[in-house]
C-alpha cells in the first residue's frame, strides 16, 4: 500500500462507516465516505445514491480516484419490509459490482459486510464457523445472504477481488436508537435525574457482541490481507447474556432503574434463537485479526458519547 491509496467507504454515515472510516485513515488510507447523508465534520466525503441501480455515478468516482479499497457497509433494514429491506441491501452490493467491473482498471479490494444471521438455522449451543450451513430463518438474515451470494458469484467469475465478513452484533458509540441497547440508553440519557423504567421481552438470550471499532479494525486487515478466503466470520467468539449488557450500561450510566422483563414489552433482539457465538479462527488465521476491546469498553464509551 502507498502512502496515497483510497478507500471508499459506502455507506460511511451510518453506525459502523464512520468507525470504518477512522480503521483506515489510521492505517494509512486516505478513507472517503460515499453515502447520501451528510457526511461527517472533518471527513472527506461524496453525495451519492448508491440504491438507484446506475452504476454509472460510481464508475466515474471509481475511474477519477482508483480506490485501492472499497467497503460495503451500505443500506438499513430499520422500519422495513422484506421488499424495501431488499432494495436497501442487495441494490448497493449490485450496483457497486457493476461499477467495478465497468471500471476493470481499478483493481479495487471489494470488502464487504454480511451478517452471521445469514448462517441458519442456528444452534442452541456451540461456536458458528464459515461451514455452518446458510439457511437463515429470520428476513433479514435471508435478504443479508442474498446480497452475500451476489458478492461471492462476482468472486467466483472473477468480476470482482471480494471478500464478505460475517459480522455479529456491533456495539459503540453511535449506536442506533432502535437497537437493544441503543434503546436502552437512550432511556438512560433521557432520567439521569430521576428513575428509569425499562421494559424490555424476556432477556434470556445469549449473543456474540463485538465493539464496532474492533469491526473497523476487521475491515482494515480485510483490505490489507493477501488472496484472503472469500467468507471470514467476525466476532468477539464469546457469547455473552443479553441481560449483563443492560445490567452493565445500567451499573455505568449510573441511572436508578427498573427493568421490566415481559411478554408484551419491546423485543430484546430479532434473531431466532437464544445463542449465537461465532469461531474466530479464520479470522486469526487468514486476517491476523481478533477483537480486543472489552464489552465494558463498548458500554461505556457509548454511554459517554450520550451524555458528552
Request: charged share 20%.
Amino acid at each position: 500500500m502507498s502512502d496515497h491509496d483510497t478507500a471508499f467507504v459506502l455507506g460511511g454515515t451510518g453506525f459502523v462507516g464512520p468507525h470504518i472510516v477512522a480503521a483506515l485513515c489510521g492505517g494509512g488510507y486516505r478513507a472517503v465516505s460515499v453515502s447520501r447523508a451528510a457526511g461527517s465534520a472533518g471527513t472527506e466525503h461524496i453525495s451519492l445514491d448508491l440504491g438507484t441501480e446506475d452504476p454509472r455515478p460510481l464508475s466515474e468516482l471509481l475511474r477519477r480516484y482508483r480506490p485501492a479499497v472499497v467497503v460495503n457497509a451500505a443500506g438499513t433494514y430499520w422500519g422495513l419490509d422484506e421488499p424495501r429491506m431488499r432494495r436497501s441491501l442487495i441494490a448497493p452490493a449490485e450496483t457497486t459490482l457493476a461499477a467495478l467491473a465497468a471500471v476493470p482498471e481499478s483493481r479495487s479490494r471489494y470488502v464487504h459486510l454480511g451478517s452471521v444471521l445469514e448462517y441458519g438455522p442456528l444452534p442452541a449451543a456451540g461456536r458458528l464457523d464459515e461451514s455452518a450451513p446458510t439457511e437463515p430463518e429470520s428476513v433479514y438474515g435471508r435478504v443479508k445472504l442474498a446480497a452475500t451470494r451476489v458478492v461471492l458469484a462476482a468472486v467466483a467469475d472473477g468480476r470482482t477481488d471480494g471478500i464478505v465478513l460475517r459480522v455479529t452484533n456491533s456495539i459503540g458509540p453511535g449506536m442506533h436508537p432502535g437497537t437493544l441497547i441503543g434503546r436502552v440508553g437512550g432511556l438512560l440519557a433521557n432520567h439521569r435525574t430521576g428513575r428509569a423504567r425499562v421494559e424490555l421481552s424476556p432477556l434470556s438470550a445469549h449473543r456474540d457482541f463485538i465493539d464496532v471499532r474492533d469491526l473497523g479494525a476487521a475491515v482494515l486487515a480485510a483490505a490489507r490481507a493477501r488472496n484472503p478466503p472469500t467468507v471470514v466470520n467476525i466476532g468477539a467468539g464469546q457469547a455473552v447474556p443479553v441481560r449483563h449488557l443492560v445490567d452493565r450500561l445500567i451499573e455505568i450510566s449510573a441511572v436508578p432503574t427498573d427493568v421490566i422483563e415481559s411478554a408484551t414489552g419491546p423485543t430484546a433482539l430479532g434473531a431466532d434463537t437464544n445463542w449465537l457465538e461465532v469461531a474466530t479462527d479464520t479470522a486469526e488465521q487468514t486476517l491476523g485479526w481478533r477483537a480486543t476491546r472489552t464489552v465494558d469498553q463498548a458500554l461505556s464509551d457509548y454511554w459517554a458519547s450520550l451524555v458528552t
